[in-house]
């Protein structure tokens, strides 16, 4: 499994684009995990086969995790893709992706010439997509959002969409060799929010030892960003660290 880190910011952030992760499998299946404003940008920096990617997962409906798809869908259609896209997320997947389709390109969604599979999945539901199997826990946060563990064999990934742990994404997390988890704050003083130290403590109760920080209040990271890296240096027992876009992570 190979996950690269084409974004690693907050709907804000100018300096980091929004958070947003390409995964290969082993048997080289492509999945991006969220596509927000400024997603696409990033993706076609790497992209070259316009039928390279299988599938979108949409963790949940702000505009940094889903609005940059109907690019993407420009985009795919403009290099001439053939291949279906298949868009996973929670049961009104399609009536969204539909209607900001509707709103950035009128009409445009009839000209593809490729077509989008919707796939629901609610929270605490599990599916296999490309042999991957994936399931779902919901997270704190000021929308519905799904949690996500991709499990390949032996190797499992979490991602945590936006929010702060729960107990079901506590054991949905259980022995990931990589959680992926937001974290906006230094502590858990924002509501609907992770944090960097609330992710430390996830993760050790999670027996997750290898931890990526990632959406990062935009003002945290450049005033607060020593204070971080202390935290996340010394904690005991975890690889934590703070992925770069276009990081790459093999498991
Ligand atoms: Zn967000
Ligand atoms: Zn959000």
């Known amino acids: 499994m190979e996950i690269t880190f084409l974004g690693v910011g907050e709907a804000c952030d100018c300096s980091y684009p929004n958070t947003s992760i390409l995964l290969k499998s082993d048997i080289g299946r492509s999945f991006l995990l969220d596509c927000g404003f400024t997603v696409p940008h990033e993706y076609f ?134 959680v992926i988890h937001e974290a906006f704050k230094l502590s858990d003083e924002v509501p609907g929010h992770g944090s960097v130290r609330g992710c430390l403590d996830f993760c050790r109760r999670a027996h997750a030892y290898r931890l990526a920080l990632v959406h990062l209040n935009r003002q945290v990271r450049r005033e607060e960003i020593d204070q971080i890296r202390v935290m996340i240096d010394t904690a005991s027992g975890l690889d934590a660290f703070l992925p770069e876009p276009g990081d790459v992570v093999k498991l």
């Open 45 to 178: 920096r790497f992209c070259t086969d316009p039928d390279e990617l299988d599938a979108l997962w949409i963790s949940h409906f702000h505009g940094d995790h889903f609005f940059g798809v109907p690019l993407l869908l420009l985009r795919f259609w403009e290099m001439g893709r053939i291949k279906p896209l298949q868009i996973i997320g929670q049961f009104c997947v399609e009536n969204k992706i539909q209607a900001v389709m509707d709103l950035a390109y009128p009409n445009f969604g009839k000209k593809l010439q490729y077509d989008l599979e919707f796939v629901n999945i609610d929270f605490g539901e599990s599916l296999v997509v490309s042999d991957l199997g994936l399931r779902t826990a919901e997270i704190s946060h000021s929308q519905p959002c799904l949690a996500l563990r991709l499990d390949e064999g032996e190797k499992s990934l979490f991602y945590s969409g936006d929010g702060r742990p729960t107990a079901a994404t506590l054991e949905l997390a259980h022995g990931c060799n990589l």
